[in-house]
Nanobody
Framework: QVQLVESGGGLVQAGDSLRLSCAASGRLFSSYTIGWFRQAPGKEREFVSAIAWGGGRTYYADSVKGRFTISRDNAKNMVYLQMKSLKPEDTAVYYC?????????????????WGQGTQVTVSS
């Protein structure tokens, strides 16, 4: 069992930066792919970024490529999402999720555990 807790969200202006954190419990955390998804009001949940267990492989949605950077510290059971040049369209609840089996990192159905989410609001 893995429990995930997101933090770091907030209200910022367009062009600002934020760093989201995902704290995980569970001794097998280092073997899981960790993903970030987001859901804006009235929209479906969408993939943002993911990082494989060893940290060597990362994945990004086209909409955030070049602006967001995902990283992980397995010794601390932490995953981070550094977000730069934020835009109003980045406004959403951001969720981290853990995938035990290394499925399709871009698909939410591949993930077994989810956090409660953290709100990111970007004003124009």
């Amino acid at each position: 069992q893995v429990q995930l807790v997101e933090s770091g969200g907030g209200l910022v202006q367009a062009g600002d930066s934020l760093r989201l954190s995902c704290a995980a419990s569970g001794r097998l955390f280092s073997s899981y792919t960790i993903g970030w998804f987001r859901q804006a009001p009235g929209k479906e949940r969408e993939f943002v970024s993911a990082i494989a267990w060893g940290g060597g492989r990362t994945y990004y949605a086209d909409s955030v490529k070049g602006r967001f950077t995902i990283s992980r510290d397995n010794a601390k059971n932490m995953v981070y999402l550094q977000m730069k040049s934020l835009k109003p369209e980045d406004t959403a609840v951001y969720y981290c999720a853990a995938d035990r089996l290394g499925g399709n990192a871009y698909r939410d159905y591949a993930y077994d555990y989810w956090g409660q989410g953290t709100q990111v609001t970007v004003s124009s």
